[in-house]
């Protein structure tokens, strides 16, 4: 491979969110051939794909199968529906082809395991999409690595996200049917609140639990061995309708003694300027580290401001771009992706035994 060659990229489903193709596709080293799922998907999935593919002027093809074979990629983006995102992603790897893969990697453990034997039997490259070259988090890491604090003890990690998800808790009456999953997430696609995309219900550890522990995985550097969790539905009909959870604490145990737990929940936008009050607490053997993830940021106040419109603004801000150029490292051999099928899986494990946790109450193992 030469530094100038050009990565035909298939976008496999963009009916989540378009920001990991939009990514690529500012990058000089990836040409979009085209865009493609499966051809027994409802109205709403081919319609989000037709409109993204007539952005781009590239066709829309109902059949991965076909799409490969007619446009010849060497990469596939898949941000399908969570549920989806693994058998997409092991169809276009035993295709040939190197993956970007959307969060969560799964809904299921089970599936999470096909997709690693999958990539590695292929000897293709996967890259699962997180928030690790954020600037606070890449200046963590380097504190970390340069002993700055010791050696880790313990980590927390704050991650509350300011976005709403639907009617308040309470708000409906006693009579009112549940809210139907699907049916809010395709609504509440206009506002970009839609992180939760699919037919089976996911709470905030499902939807959102690979960015944190993402961070502690990266910091840490050590494997989760049990987890004990409380989950809850505070704020949203929704999540309460649908038995998940917006609201959780964990509590991590990892290799070496080193203790770790997690705050996450989806907090509502009335409750932050920003994205959310996302915070990490570091405490090593010379020393301790609160770590800011936003920053650094700039506050924007004026008179007429829209109530939308987010009030503190990221700046210095190259995790896309940074997580494009690691993969393209990772496709020329000279890096390894910053969270690949594996890593991704093992996040998994743990989001899958924290909610287990939550509902049984009791400390429980992670499966590896």
Not at 118 to 139: D, G, M, S, T
Not at 162 to 181: C, E, L, T
Not at 266 to 283: F, V
Request: a negative charge; hydrophobic letters at 40%; aromatic letters at 6%.
């Amino acid at each position: 491979m030469t530094e100038t060659r050009q990565y035909r990229t298939l976008i496999l489903s963009v009916v989540k969110h378009a920001y990991i193709a939009e990514a690529f596709a500012a990058h000089p080293r990836f040409d979009f051939v085209a865009v493609a799922d499966d051809p027994g998907e409802p109205d709403w999935v081919h319609e989000r794909n037709q409109e993204y593919a007539d952005q781009y002027d590239v066709p829309y093809v109902h059949s991965l199968e076909d799409a490969v074979r007619e446009h010849q990629p060497d990469v596939a983006i898949v941000s399908s529906q969570a549920e989806r995102h693994c058998d997409l992603a092991i169809r276009a790897a035993e295709l040939g082809l190197h993956i970007v893969v959307d969060k969560p990697l799964s809904t299921q453990l089970s599936e999470c395991d096909r997709l690693v034997v999958a990539i590695e039997k292929a000897n293709v490259q996967c890259l699962v999409w997180n928030r690790n070259f954020l600037p606070a988090l890449i200046h963590a890491r380097d504190n970390v690595e340069h002993g700055d604090i010791g050696e880790i003890r313990a980590i927390h990690c704050d991650f509350y996200f300011a976005k709403d998800a639907g009617p308040p808790i309470g708000s409906r009456g006693s009579d009112d049917p549940p809210i139907n999953w699907l049916d809010r997430q395709i609504e509440a696609h206009v506002d970009g609140s839609d992180g939760g995309v699919g037919v089976q219900p996911m709470g905030e550890l499902q939807v959102e639990g690979i960015y944190p522990l993402a961070y502690i995985r990266l910091l840490a550097g050590k494997t989760v061995r049990q987890v004990f969790a409380r989950t809850t539905s505070h704020f949203h009909q929704a999540h309460a309708d649908n038995d998940v959870d917006d609201l959780a604490t964990v509590t991590l145990e990892m290799d070496d003694d080193v203790v770790g737990s997690l705050c996450i929940g989806r907090i509502g936008a009335a409750s932050h300027p920003e994205i959310g009050e996302i915070k990490l607490h570091l405490t090593g053997t010379e020393g301790a580290m609160v770590v800011s993830e936003a920053r650094p940021e700039v506050g924007i106040y004026y008179r007429g401001q829209p109530a939308a419109e987010f009030r503190h603004l990221r700046i210095d801000n190259e995790n896309d771009v940074l997580l494009v150029e690691n993969f393209i490292d990772a496709l020329e051999g000279r890096a390894e992706p910053i969270l690949d099928a594996r890593g991704g899986r093992d996040i998994c494990a743990v989001v899958e035994a924290a909610v287990r946790s939550g509902r049984s109450g009791r400390v429980e193992e992670v499966s590896y």
